[in-house]
RNA sequence: GUCCCCUUCGUCUAGCCCGGCCCAGGACACCGCCCUUUCACGGCGGCGACACCGGUUCAAAUCCGGUAGGGGACGCCA
């Protein structure tokens, strides 16, 4: 049995989004799970609209996401004298021809036939064209069957089948001699000995034509699978205003790659009622004839509840590596205060990004500049005073190094002055982080070492 | 307009191929309660769907037909 060949092969002309990803996503499963040989081929044939930046970010996505192919980058422009050979070959067994029609007339014709409802397809006026004008431009166009049907089996649809008089006779290769995608994908899956041809449903329409290139080139069909789009809020496809589609901006937000690839995963594939998976379970379980057949609506917070799963469960040192540009953004630099592996600890249960965790995570670095005294406000400022002071001498004269011990420390305190815990409690937490939202009291001062809580204690009473 | 595809809670989905276990299960979100020194986490519970109409059948979310709605394609873009 030969191992299965997929690919994935986005055009550069612009940054890798979450359709692309997931499309990359389901290809690099499909080969991780079978053994096979994952692909990756840059379809540059559009000269005018291709950038190396956009093959950078691609890369970057891909590489962010953990993404990795086997073979490749493979550019299709490399490939240019190939697709000429293949072109003239089929001009020479007259399975192509030569058309003259101008782009202008073309376009006439189309908008009219719109307009008249019917279908806009090329009339082939140069079809049985006997003469060539020997300095005019002209396209190349395949000779397509006008009777019959083309179908084939969908691996997530099923059997699709087409009319051929619904196909025209596409253009192979433009006025200025470069070939045209459907053209171009066939001769390199055929080539690169693909497979199974797994990319977005929007593609579904040029299959039929790709399977009358194959056979008209005597290329083996590959199979095909047509995974379901990517809708936003409204039901239309995914697009920038829907907000974010780039890969590379849910990092920048602060998501996990784990995050998004899992959550990715899940949109329009299912293994039963999981929801969780590892990369290795994601392998382990997937399966092409799992995949759903309708488009599926991006839903924001599902992602933000698996990005809140990862940040809880992941290592807090990996974290901690992590969170360092977001905190260097917010002008922190880690060395300067506690640990962060320990202080990043303290509030996995509670950020759902990288953001929300720098934000939380700035006061064990900096003391804070003001706080909230509306809260302070109400559990008496005269009172405060001996509070503070009492927690002070408290934490002074009894020994205590984990956050549990600190935590009897306040109950004990409590206990001897008849005070209740949240009347302590919650003065200390806007002493030691500004606000009343933070880690528990015993957490935040093991992070932050008695010292340091001293001095913070200290301050405020100054400031009372 | 024409062709292709799709249609289970607001959203992601299980179930559908091989009808009965489904007066439809899970997850996100939302609401309530519990836990609790804050915020969270967590636990428990609630809300909430088989697009519609016909047919087949003892029995249909599951099979068949039609209707409606949605998406996609119709490019010398990919």
């Given at each position: ?86 072109v003239q070959g089929l001009i020479d067994s007259g399975k192509a021809y030569k058309c003259y029609c101008s782009a202008g007339e073309l376009e006439a ?356």
């Amino acid at each position: 049995m030969s191992s299965i060949r997929v690919r994935f092969a986005p055009s550069p002309t612009g940054y890798l989004h979450v359709g692309g990803a997931r499309t990359a996503l389901f290809n690099w499963l499909m080969a991780r799970k079978q053994g096979g040989t994952f692909i990756l081929r840059i379809e540059d044939t559009d000269v005018e609209r291709s950038t190396q930046e956009s093959v950078d970010a691609i890369l970057q996505g891909m590489e962010w996401l953990g993404l990795d192919w086997d073979e490749g980058p493979y550019y299709q422009s490399a490939n240019f004298p190939l697709y000429k050979e293949h072109v003239q070959g089929l001009i020479d067994s007259g399975k192509a021809y030569k058309c003259y029609c101008s782009a202008g007339e073309l376009e006439a014709k189309r908008d009219l036939a719109m307009k008249e409802g019917r279908k806009p397809k090329y009339d082939g006026t140069c079809r049985q064209r006997a003469d060539q004008p020997p300095n005019d431009p002209f396209v190349v166009r395949f000779r397509a069957p006008q009777s019959g049907v083309t179908s084939f089996d969908d691996l997530v649809k099923g059997t699709i089948t087409f009319p051929n008089e619904e196909l025209d006779d596409l253009i192979i290769q433009r006025t200025d001699g470069t070939p045209t995608y459907n053209f171009c994908v066939v001769i390199d899956d055929a080539i690169m000995d693909i497979t199974t041809v797994i990319r977005g449903d929007d593609h579904v329409n040029n299959t039929p034509r790709q399977v009358q290139l194959y056979e008209a080139l005597g290329f083996p069909v590959p199979q095909f699978a047509h995974v379901p789009m990517i809708l936003g809020a409204d039901k239309t496809r995914l697009s920038k205003r829907h907000g974010a589609t780039s890969v590379i901006a849910y990092r920048d937000m602060g998501f996990l790659p784990e995050a998004l690839m899992n959550y990715l995963v899940r949109l329009g594939w299912s293994h039963g009622d999981d929801e969780i998976f590892t990369r290795e379970e994601m392998i382990q379980k997937f399966d092409i004839a799992n995949v759903g057949r309708s488009a599926s609506v991006f839903n924001p917070d599902k992602l933000l509840w698996l990005n809140a799963h990862y940040i809880k469960t992941g290592d807090p040192e990996r974290l901690a590596k992590l969170l360092i540009p977001f905190l260097k953004e917010r002008g922190i630099d880690p060395k300067q205060g506690p640990d962060l592996a320990a202080a990043v600890r303290t509030l996995q249960e509670r950020a759902r990004t990288m953001i929300e965790m720098a934000d939380a995570i700035k006061f064990y670095y900096h003391p804070p500049a003001a706080y909230d005294e509306a809260a302070l406000a109400k559990f008496g400022k005269d009172h405060l005073g001996a509070v503070y002071q009492a927690v002070s001498d408290k934490l002074v004269s009894t020994p205590a190094s984990t956050a549990a011990e600190y935590d009897s420390v306040f109950k004990d305190l409590c206990t001897e002055q008849g005070w209740k815990m949240p009347q302590v409690g919650q003065p200390v937490r806007i002493a030691l982080s500004g606000g009343t939202q933070a880690p528990g009291i015993g957490e935040i001062i093991v992070v932050l070492g008695k010292e340091e809580t001293l001095q913070r204690l200290a301050a405020i009473i100054r400031k009372l």
